[in-house]
Nanobody, 115 residues
Framework: QVHLVESGGGLVQSGGALRLSCATS????????MNWYRQVPGKQREFVAR???????SYAGFVKGRFTISRDNTRNTAQLQMNLLEPEDTAVYYC?????????WGRGTLVTVSS
């Protein structure tokens, strides 16, 4: 069974930083592309960042160099380092992967940025 578990969310002041982590099981992690999405209540879930199995990264435009996605293939985890956080970054952040043609999501971790 595939499981994705996010951690690292919390309350931070504007300009602060958080590091999210996504622990995975049930997949060949080194072969999986990993994504982070976020969702504000009442709005659509939106793409944040992606790291491919070979380490190629891509980001949503709003990231503006503030976030860094990474992966640790020895621990089967993906990370999202978020710096210079803004109140507009407040959302539930989800880890995602598509494995064997199925889409898998974690339950999310809440990030709240106060002004």
């Amino acid at each position: 069974q595939v499981h994705l578990v996010e951690s690292g969310g919390g309350l931070v002041q504007s300009g602060g930083a958080l590091r999210l982590s996504c622990a995975t099981s049930g997949i060949r992690f080194s072969l999986a592309h990993m994504n982070w999405y976020r969702q504000v209540p009442g709005k659509q879930r939106e793409f944040v960042a992606r790291i491919t199995s070979n380490g190629t990264t891509s980001y949503a435009g709003f990231v503006k160099g503030r976030f860094t996605i990474s992966r640790d293939n020895t621990r089967n985890t993906a990370q999202l380092q978020m710096n210079l956080l803004e109140p507009e970054d407040t959302a539930v952040y989800y880890c995602n992967t598509n494995w064997k043609d199925r889409n898998f999501w974690g339950r999310g971790t809440l990030v709240t940025v106060s002004s």
